[in-house]
T-cell receptor, first 116, second 114 residues
C-alpha cells in the first residue's frame, strides 16, 4: 500500500497570504489528523476528520481550518499567515472506528511552510 | 487531559549496544494506547511500536521492545543491537479511546556512534 502523501513538500509565503495544504491518506483509511511541529512548541494537534466531519479540534485560532472529501483526502487551510505559522505540518491517517488498529496513526512526509 | 513527559533531551549509544529511552505519561482514561515514533533527519515520522493499555504483555518489534509499567505510568523503549540508521529523534505519544488526538512528548535525540 502506498503511504500517506502530502503536497506540496515545501512552501514559501509572505505574511497576510493564505495557504492550502493537501493530504492523501493510506488507501482504506478514513480518518485524517493534522499536526503542527515547531522547535519551540513541539508537536501540536490541529484537527481530525472522519467521514468528512471534524471530530476533534486542537487549540488553534480560527485562521486554521480543514476539510475532508468523500475519498478521505483532506486539505488544511491557513488564512492571513503570520510569521509564527512557519512550521512543519504533518498529516496522519488511521483506519478509523471498527477497523483493526483503528486509532494507529501513520504519518506523511510533511509540508515545510515558511512565512516571510 | 493527557500529558507525556520525556525528560532526557538527548542520548548517545555505541553501535551494536543497547539503549533505553524513558517516557512517563498521565491520563485519567482507562482505555488508551501508547506509541513510540521515530523522526530521522528526513523528518518523516515513522511508527516504531504501539502498546494497548489493557494488554499486560510488553510489545516487541524486532530489535525494539517496550517496558510498560501501568501502575507507574511508565513506557520506556529499548533498542537492542543499535544501528547507525537508528539515529533520529524519538517521540513517545499517547492516545485515548475517547478521541483520536495524539499527545506527544518533547522527544529525545538519539545518536548512534560507529
Amino acid at each position: 500500500k502506498a503511504g500517506v502523501t502530502q503536497t506540496p513538500r515545501y512552501l514559501i509565503k509572505t505574511r497576510g497570504q493564505q495557504v492550502t495544504l493537501s493530504c492523501s491518506p493510506i488507501s482504506g483509511h478514513r480518518s485524517v489528523s493534522w499536526y503542527q511541529q515547531t522547535p519551540g512548541q513541539g508537536l501540536q494537534f490541529l484537527f481530525e476528520y472522519f467521514s468528512e466531519t471534524q471530530r476533534n479540534k486542537g487549540n488553534f485560532p480560527g485562521r486554521f481550518s480543514g476539510r475532508q472529501f468523500s475519498n478521505s483526502r483532506s486539505e488544511m487551510n491557513v488564512s492571513t499567515l503570520e510569521l509564527g505559522d512557519s512550521a512543519l505540518y504533518l498529516c496522519a491517517s488511521s483506519p478509523g472506528p471498527g477497523q483493526l488498529f483503528a486509532d494507529t496513526q501513520y504519518f506523511g512526509p510533511g509540508t515545510r511552510l515558511t512565512v516571510l | 487531559a493527557q500529558t507525556v513527559t520525556q525528560s532526557q533531551p538527548e542520548m548517545s549509544v555505541q553501535e551494536a549496544e543497547t539503549v533505553t529511552l524513558s517516557c512517563t505519561y498521565d491520563t485519567s482514561e482507562s482505555n488508551y494506547y501508547l506509541f513510540w515514533y521515530k523522526q530521522p533527519p528526513s523528518r518523516q515520522m515513522i511508527l516504531v511500536i504501539r502498546q494497548e493499555a489493557y494488554k499486560q504483555q510488553n510489545a516487541t518489534e524486532n530489535r525494539f521492545s517496550v517496558n510498560f509499567q501501568k501502575a507507574a505510568k511508565s513506557f520506556s523503549l529499548k533498542i537492542s543491537d543499535s544501528q547507525l540508521g537508528d539515529t533520529a529523534m524519538y517521540f513517545c505519544a499517547s492516545l485515548t479511546g475517547a478521541n483520536s488526538k495524539l499527545t506527544f512528548g518533547k522527544g529525545i535525540t538519539l545518536s548512534v556512534r560507529p
